[in-house]
């Protein structure tokens, strides 16, 4: 579900990144070296893992969370690199990554390594007005199913190559207004979970791609308004809702910072805004996270 900005929290608190620190670790006598970023992943924690073979391999694949890791190497074959994540389901615990590479020669080397998850700190909202739910007409409905079959399409899509490189940026500079993770209750009850990061603008602004990628879908929802959805290879894509202008077209290659359209307030959203997501391989993470990683 998305949730759309009602609510201006003001300056939150934001489910920050620990900061430039060391980087999680883990390590086999025969040399295999496994170390992931954010340090203490969270449920919703995007997770890149950066993998060092005793041997040089000509693959790498791995599984994390019942979900497959692509990696990426240098020419050489021994340093990989891999994004994965923890969905907000992911109760905390201890979760393998398992790896299993393939030498030149064609010999088969595994490894794996535990990989702890803690529980998020996300926020809740007491919701003290009644949902307004406007009814959708015949003709609303129709257009929300075909959407829904547009997203679902677009959402299987999954290139194991990778696109992205360096760090992930803002899309825009301004304020958060409500961050990933933020459940609404209403009676006590939770009715949504925000999943994305909205940042508090007006229409107009220019909205820039978090990192390169390929347009994979661009076109106006009835709930996400005028959205673009860009494929960053590795299963990973990120998404920008409720934009009063879109200004590429899918198949387009984007460079990461490149303007992908104005900031707006279509679709249903309560006024303008700008909402971010974060999805890799039906996983709805946490865009502040991402943003806040230093990579390679
Ligand atoms: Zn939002």
Redesign the pocket.
């Known amino acids: 579900m998305?949730?759309?900005?009602g609510v201006v929290l003001g300056s939150l608190p934001l489910c920050a990144f620990e900061g430039p620190a060391p980087e999680s670790k883990a390590k086999a006598l025969d040399s295999w070296s496994v170390r992931w970023q954010p340090l203490r992943p969270v449920n919703g924690s995007p997770v890149v893992f950066h993998v060092i073979s005793p041997d040089p391999l000509k693959s790498l694949s791995g599984k994390w969370l019942e979900h497959e890791v692509f990696f990426f190497s240098d020419a050489k074959g021994k340093v990989w690199e891999g994004i994965a994540g923890a969905s907000l389901e992911t109760h905390a615990g201890n979760y393998a990554i398992q790896l299993k590479g393939v030498t030149a020669a064609g010999k088969e080397l595994s490894f794996q390594a535990p990989v702890k998850v803690a529980k998020g700190k996300y926020h809740s909202i007491a919701a003290s007005v009644p949902k307004q739910y406007t009814e959708p007409s015949a003709e609303q409905l129709k257009k929300i199913d075909e959407d829904k079959a547009i997203k679902e399409r677009a959402f299987a899509h999954v290139t194991p190559e990778r696109e992205w490189s360096g760090d992930f940026h803002p899309p825009v500079k301004a304020q958060i207004s409500?961050v990933f993770g933020t459940s609404r209750t209403f009676n006590g009850k939770t009715q949504s979970v925000?999943q994305?990061l909205?940042y508090a603008v007006p229409e107009g602004t220019p909205v820039a791609a978090l990192n390169s990628g390929t347009v994979l879908l661009a076109q106006p929802l009835f709930f996400e308004g005028n959205c673009v959805v860009l494929d960053h290879g590795q299963g990973l894509l990120t998404l920008y809702m409720h934009l009063s202008k879109i200004e590429v077209k899918e198949g387009d290659p984007i460079k990461s910072g490149e303007k992908i359209g104005l900031s707006g307030g279509t679709g249903r959203a309560t006024g303008p805004h700008l909402?971010v997501a974060v999805r890799w391989q039906g996983i709805y993470l946490n865009p502040a996270t991402l943003l806040g990683l230093q990579l390679p």
């Open positions: 998305i949730l759309y900005a409500d925000h994305g909205d909402h």
